[in-house]
């Protein structure tokens, strides 16, 4: 497969952390876990390079942005916009809870590292479709 940017059509998103960069593994980056229950749709994620997971609401992954490129330039967070395609709010995304449902665009590309060799994918930009907003956990007991 050669370098493309794809776009995947309505999936489900939940932890994303869109705005502010985190280190879960020692590497900065942005992130969302895309869920699908459409074996179409699981299938066009797995071709571009998106390791899927089953779980009991269907399939999932999650999808990174690292904060900066391999050379060390610094890389912009991905783009979210709402329905009407208008760049939402920082404020917004943060407040945007799992459930969401949208589009995600990726840059799949090949790679040939250290031995390794395979097709991942890059998160670009999500549009979304159907904003749930965080509404927090609500009791601890």
Request: net charge neutral; no cysteine; proline share 3%.
């Amino acid at each position: 497969m050669a370098n493309q940017v794809i776009v995947v059509r309505d999936v489900t998103f939940n932890w994303g952390k869109l705005v502010d960069k985190h280190s879960p593994f020692g590497t900065l980056q942005w992130d969302v876990q895309v869920v699908t229950d459409n074996e179409a749709t699981k299938a066009q994620l797995e071709s571009a390079g998106v390791k899927m997971k089953s779980g009991e609401n269907g399939y999932y992954a999650n999808i990174k942005r690292k904060a900066n490129k391999a050379n060390g330039e610094p890389q912009e967070p991905p783009v979210v916009v709402d329905h009407l395609k208008e760049k939402m709010s920082d404020a917004v995304v943060k407040a945007m809870g799992n459930g969401s449902k949208g589009h995600i665009k990726l840059f799949s590309y090949d790679y040939n590292m250290g031995g390794r060799e395979g097709t991942s994918a890059m998160l670009v930009a999500l549009q979304i479709t159907d904003y749930v907003k965080y509404e927090g956990a609500g009791e601890d007991f």
